[in-house]
């Protein structure tokens, strides 16, 4: 799954810079699917998120989603708002449990683990709100510290509707992990939300399903190791 070449770059790196940060995509990336969509749904179904109007709080996402990709996964955050933090956390600790482990995607578990040996420092970079990152990112090994998403203010214990930048999408996602350290590798598998990052970091890894996809042609063409998705 993972090239001695591609091993062997990650063990120089550690020893060349120490502590440096392995930044990580999420939906698509650790896993299968998209948590932060799954999860979403999942809130709506429960009756918790609700729109004025009664029309549907997800189709309203996805539309929001279509306009515009970052404002729209910002949307589904901010739909969170009146909803008290604990109890968001404690239900999003309850769906991560059995949504996680059957997505999880190999290669990209092992590539974490080789990382972290080499004495890199793993950190995930999600556009899916941050309360279901910090659910699910650690069921995938990584520090619940390390785990950055879209985030609302907070206020009296509830979710607001007020964003927090960077929305961490694109250029967002490049400018949250920085405050990481230096970017030693970036893995991702969206040619929208992830190149930015990977062209940030010395050590690029694409994700892609067996079928292929826009990053992985771009991968290729810029000589970057691709995993494959479906492992």
């Known amino acids: ?77 901010q739909l969170q708002a009146g909803l008290e933090v604990d109890k968001v956390a404690t239900e999003a600790r309850r769906f991560a449990a059995s949504w996680v482990a059957p997505r999880r995607i190999a290669a990209t578990a092992r590539l974490r683990e080789l990382c972290e040996s080499a004495g890199l420092r793993t950190a995930v970079v999600s556009a899916s709100a941050i309360p279901i990152v910090i659910a699910a990112a650690p069921l995938a090994g990584f520090a619940p510290d390390r785990c950055h998403g879209i985030e609302v203010a907070v206020r009296a214990g509830r979710f607001t509707a007020d964003v927090v930048q960077p929305i961490t999408y694109a250029g967002g996602k490049l400018e949250a992990i920085r405050k990481e350290g230096a970017i030693v590798l970036a893995c991702g598998d969206s040619f929208n939300g992830d190149l930015a990052m990977l062209q940030a970091a010395r050590i690029a890894v694409a994700v892609a399903p067996r079928s292929g996809s826009p990053l992985a042609d771009e991968a290729r063409r810029r000589g970057w190791p691709v995993l494959e998705q479906d492992s």
């Open 1 to 77: 799954m993972i090239s001695e070449a591609l091993a062997g770059r990650i063990r120089d790196a550690g020893r060349e810079a120490p502590g440096g940060v392995a930044v990580f995509d999420a939906d698509g990336t650790l896993w299968r699917e998209d948590v932060g969509e799954a999860f979403l749904r999942h809130l709506v179904s429960l009756g918790w998120v609700k729109l004025a109007d009664g029309s549907d709080p997800y189709e309203a996402y996805e539309r929001a989603v279509d306009r515009d990709r970052a404002a729209g996964y910002a949307y589904a955050a």
